[in-house]
């Protein structure tokens, strides 16, 4: 079994900045994509950037320039540094996983359980 654990959400004033951590732990072959989501109350979940094995990123539009996403694979962890936070980006985020548990099996979706993001003054 696959876990992700997702830290480093909280309260912040607009303009500043949080750094969110998923780790992923348990039987883990390898790991391809790497993706944070997030959702706001009453609002469908959005993609908000997405890393590869190979540190290719992608990121929303309305976080462009501000996010950035980035990937430790010896500790089989992305990251998301939010700066210049807007009272817009207050949702749960939420990581994603593509992970190939044994060599034997295919890479399957795994998701942890969120952590809060709160922007406001």
């Known amino acids: 079994q696959v876990q992700l654990v997702e830290s480093g959400g909280g309260l912040v004033q607009p303009g500043g900045s949080l750094r969110l951590a998923c780790a992923a732990s348990?039987?883990?072959?390898?790991?391809?994509?790497m993706v944070w989501y997030r959702q706001a109350p009453g609002k469908q979940r959005e993609l908000v950037a997405t890393i590869t094995s190979g540190d290719n990123s992608n990121y929303a539009e309305s976080v462009k320039g501000r996010f950035t996403i980035s990937r430790d694979n010896a500790k089989n962890t992305v990251y998301l540094q939010m700066k210049s936070l807007k009272p817009e980006d207050t949702a749960v985020y939420y990581c994603n996983a593509e992970v190939k548990p044994d060599y034997k099996l295919g890479p399957r979706d795994y998701w942890g359980q969120g952590t809060q993001v709160a922007v406001s003054s």
């Open positions: 348990g039987s883990i072959f390898s790991i391809y994509a």
